[in-house]
């Protein structure tokens, strides 16, 4: 059984910067495809960025250029630091894990944490 656990949301002023944790724990995770998923009030859940074991990334358009996702050197640890952050950033953030194929934002994930709180501020 795999499991997820969030940390490093808050509330911050647009512009501002937000790093996100995710740890994970259980067999195998390190060579499990991770990524990061958000869901803002009222809205469905949106796909943000993935990671591959080997280090490949994928990135949603609306966050391209502003978030980067990376990997803890042991690999059971995955990152999402948020730069020139926007009010429509504001959401619920999610860690999630899959077995290391089809590593994309469309693909079901098997595993979620519970989730953190980003909120930014005009």
């Known amino acids: 059984q795999v499991q997820l656990a969030e940390s490093g949301g808050g509330s911050v002023q647009a512009g501002g910067s937000l790093r996100l944790s995710c740890a994970a724990s259980g067999y195998g995770v390190s060579r499990y495809c991770m990524a990061w998923f958000r869901q803002a009030p009222g809205k469905g859940r949106e796909g943000v960025a993935s990671?591959?074991?080997?280090?490949?990334?994928t990135y949603a358009n609306s966050v391209k250029g502003r978030f980067t996702i990376s990997k803890g050197n042991a690999k059971n640890s995955q990152y999402l630091q948020m730069n020139s952050l926007k009010p429509d950033d504001t959401a619920i953030y999610y860690c999630a894990a899959r077995p290391n194929y089809a590593c994309r934002l469309g693909s079901n994930y098997n595993y979620w944490g519970q989730g953190t709180q980003v909120t930014v501020s005009s």
């Open positions: 990671i591959n074991f080997d280090g490949s990334v």
